[in-house]
């Protein structure tokens, strides 16, 4: 298991994501638009809003578990399951780069 091209792969993606939740963020805060006065146009972009909301939000928790992933190779902590120390198989790192915990303890 090569940790510095998992490394490399694990900051493209947090690079991404903070992107995307950047962009959301200030679509968020009207700075990308301008919004109707009329109240049905209104309406429809808040209930618009509140599905990207909760996008922003999966966003922030996924950034948090980027950083903590890029975190646990640093301190060379990568491989080891956080609840019970067991080593995380490479497999499931391959499918889940971002785990903190091996399948057992995933349940």
């Given at each position: 298991?090569d940790?510095?091209?998992?490394?490399?792969?694990?900051?493209?993606?947090?690079?991404?994501?903070?992107?995307?939740?950047?962009?959301?963020?200030?679509?968020?805060?009207?700075?990308?638009?301008?919004?109707?006065?009329?109240?049905?146009?209104?309406?429809?972009?808040?209930?618009?809003?509140?599905?990207l909301?909760?996008?922003?939000?999966?966003?922030?928790?996924?950034?948090?578990?980027?950083?903590?992933?890029i975190?646990?190779?640093?301190?060379?902590?990568?491989?080891?399951?956080e609840?019970?120390?067991?080593?995380?198989?490479?497999?499931?790192?391959?499918l889940?780069?971002?785990?903190?915990?091996?399948?057992?303890?995933?349940?």
């Open positions: 298991m940790l510095e091209q998992i490394r490399i792969a694990l900051e493209a993606q947090l690079k991404d994501v903070e992107g995307k939740s950047g962009r959301l963020k200030d679509h968020l805060r009207n700075k990308d638009r301008t919004l109707p006065s009329d109240w049905p146009d209104l309406a429809q972009i808040v209930g618009n809003d509140e599905v909301e909760a996008l922003e939000v999966r966003s922030r928790e996924r950034i948090d578990s980027l950083q903590k992933a975190g646990r190779i640093d301190a060379g902590l990568y491989t080891r399951c609840n019970c120390g067991a080593t995380i198989a490479p497999e499931r790192l391959e889940l780069p971002s785990t903190a915990i091996c399948a057992d303890c995933a349940g």
